[in-house]
Nanobody
Framework: QVQLVESGGGLVQAGGSLRLSCAAS????????MAWYRQAPGKQRELVAA??????TYADSMKGRFTISRDNSENTVYLQANSLKPDDTAAYYC???????????????WGRGTQVTVSS
């Protein structure tokens, strides 16, 4: 089995920064894709950023403020969030597509989320 654990969330004032981390552990053969999503209360989960190899994708509202990166040796993905706004307040979830050693098939795994709260 594979487990994803996020960290780095917290309370920050508008204009501040946070660095989120997500580490995967367990029956991992290979991590192919990594991404960050977020979900605010009463809203649908939305993509923040994704990375596949050296290629990155961002939602339009995050471009220039959010940066996604990865450390393949530690199966870890990071999200550097700058110039945070109150609208960024949400639970941030890590997502990885992983080739699992249990069945030698690829699966999507999700973390439990880390809360980011931006005050005005």
């Amino acid at each position: 089995q594979v487990q994803l654990v996020e960290s780095g969330g917290g309370l920050v004032q508008a204009g501040g920064s946070l660095r989120l981390s997500c580490a995967a552990s367990g029956s991992i053969i290979r991590v192919d894709n990594m991404a960050w999503y977020r979900q605010a209360p009463g809203k649908q989960r939305e993509l923040v950023a994704a990375i596949t190899g050296g290629s990155t994708t961002y939602a339009d509202s995050m471009k220039g403020r959010f940066t996604i990166s990865r450390d393949n040796s530690e199966n870890t993905v990071y999200l550097q969030a700058n110039s945070l706004k109150p609208d960024d307040t949400a639970a941030y979830y890590c997502n990885m597509n992983i080739l699992d050693a249990l069945d030698y098939r690829r699966h999507d795994y999700w973390g439990r989320g880390t809360q980011v709260t931006v005050s005005s």
